[in-house]
Nanobody, 129 residues
């Protein structure tokens, strides 16, 4: 059973940085996709970033337009951690951030929350103005 646990959220001022971590266990697929999504109060869950891997090789990566150039996704393979590095944070980045996982890769679904099978519990990010 795949389990995902996010950490690293918190309160930060505008322009600050945070690094979120997603600890993934039980992933047995050689090719898999990790997505980051966020949900602000009263809003739908929205795509932030995804990255796919096949073994040790990174495949496709993509970011929402709203975070391009500010966020980056990476993996620490030995630790089974996937990071979301967030820089130049803005108040509109405030939300609960979730990591999600699914075996395989297809650009057709990688930005869609409904396509992911496994989800973490979320971590709160608050950016003060």
């Amino acid at each position: 059973q795949v389990q995902l646990v996010e950490s690293g959220g918190g309160l930060v001022q505008t322009g600050g940085s945070l690094r979120l971590s997603c600890a993934a266990s039980g992933v047995t697929s050689a090719t898999y996709t990790i997505g980051w999504f966020r949900q602000a109060p009263g809003k739908e869950r929205e795509f932030v970033a995804f990255r796919s891997w096949s073994g040790d090789s990174a495949l496709t990566i993509d970011y929402a337009d709203s975070v391009k150039g500010r966020f980056s996704i990476s993996r620490d393979n030995p630790k089974n951690l996937v990071y979301l590095q967030m820089k130049s944070l803005k108040p509109e980045d405030s939300a609960v951030y979730y990591c999600a996982a699914r075996g395989g890769f297809d650009i057709a679904w990688s930005t869609s929350a409904s396509a992911y099978n496994y989800w973490g519990q979320g971590t709160q990010v608050t950016v003060s103005s």
